[in-house]
């Protein structure tokens, strides 16, 4: 049986990418005065990008599945383990975050590009992580697996997202993104 330890850590472990996500959107909405900003609705997207209530519904699924998966991974493991997951976790939330606060708080689509493939490279460690010996439970190890699993395809979708806005965004010539939508 799990010390009340163990459980509090899992928990905590489950709902931390949530707050966090949460907590650095709602601060980024609060510092632009509402839903959105004007910079953010003049930029260039491309064609394949989803209406902005996808983004709105989609990342507190995925990271409250991420925070679930981290949570499963690293129990019934060696405390060596454990703490690799969570290290992992906490390195991939940082790349996660940033580019949170780079495209929408500093504006920098090449940065922001920067941290969506940092955030897409460590969500492949994850899996990396999770899926390495020892797993003492093959159960739980295959279900940390499937629910990571949308996090890194919608990160790979995320990826070519970014760096589509970034290409369709650079053009020198222009002091600021326009409304235009290809």
Sequence with gaps: MASAGAITLAVAVSVLPLILGTLVSFVLRRREGGEGDSWTARLRRPGFMPPDVVFSVVWPILYLLLGVSAALAGYHVPPEKALLVYLALAVNMIFNLSFVLVQFGLHDLRLAEAATW?????SACLVLV???????DARLTATALGLVAPYVLWLAFATVLSSAVRRLNSDPSESTPSEKKI
């Design 118 to 122: 940092g955030t897409y490279l460590t």
């Design 130 to 136: 999770y899926a390495a010996p020892p797993n003492n």
